[in-house]
């Protein structure tokens, strides 16, 4: 038989081996090392998340850019000549059709873009916040916005701009100058 004898107060090696192991500085080392393995894969999968979705606002917003905006006069393969750039954060013109919360805006040069009104869109006529029911077709708009993924035009922002040939701030239109008369 074995002579070995064990008293309460002492554990068996076992136990003795297994607690230098996690004391020691190799454990602390492959510890640390796990750890820092782990982050990084989280780091590296948040970026991979975040690269799809750009990735992916960028292929929708392309897809639906022509149907949208129309592109550029005379075409991409052009120089832009200033004017020919499309903005995608705004619009001005004419409201041709309001369907709900959807507006299509003809704008100067007959391109017809699409603007959707949020519940947190402010419209303004003069210096007086109005609702969107108030809007009419063949009102003239100012649209400041952001573009979503559908290439639209999510508006903040819209001023309908007064028809100068019968509405002026004031109330009344000027008076057109008498040829050879001085004021």
Known sequence: MDNTTFTKNEPPQISNGVNKFFQSKSFQIITWSIAVIILFLLIF?????????????????GENYHENFAGPRGGFFRDFGGRDFIEPHGVF?????????????????????????????????????IKLTDLKIDDQIVVIGEPNTSGQIEAKFIRIMPDPRTEMPMGKLPEPPIPGHQR
């Open 93 to 129: 013109g004419q409201i041709i059709k309001i369907e709900g919360s959807t507006l299509i805006i003809k704008s100067p040069d007959n391109v017809e873009k699409t603007v959707i009104v949020k519940d947190d869109t402010v419209i303004e006529r003069f210096r007086e916040t």
């Open 45 to 61: 999968n948040l970026g991979m998340i975040v690269g799809f979705r750009k990735a992916n606002f960028s292929y929708k917003w």
